[in-house]
């Protein structure tokens, strides 16, 4: 399961005003979950590449490189990224997942990198959308 945080703020309806809480917080099921759910119910899905968890941890500083450089070449973004890491600048969350346990020794892998920009630039639209909330 993953923890997703809600944003804080005020809705209104009508005329009552109801305020979210917070520090609320969800838990939604991960990659390996929805994928059991989907084929529980019978909808056909295709097997998670075997390295699917260094993607999801690589995508959202991948996504951050896009958007402050706009630049398409894994080569600049793999280097930019490797510089981050090893500035400190990744999350021990985002570290874990990729599998880096020794940042001096990391080393990205232009194909990791250009396969998650592929993937983030098919859905593209809800990336930036996600990047403005």
Known sequence: MVLVTRS?????AGTRRRRRGAGSFVL?????????????SGFSVPDLPANWKALVG???????????????????????LHL????????????ATMGITDIDSCELSYEVVEEVARILREGWQVVQREAII
């Open 8 to 12: 804080c703020g005020e809705t209104k």
């Open 28 to 40: 939604a099921p991960g990659p390996e979950e929805l994928r059991t759910i989907a084929l529980a």
């Open 58 to 80: 690589i995508a959202g500083l991948v996504a951050e490189e896009i958007l402050s450089d706009d630049t398409d070449d894994a080569g600049e973004i793999a280097d930019a």
């Open 84 to 95: 981050k890491i090893s500035d400190g600048e990744a999350s021990a969350s985002d570290l």
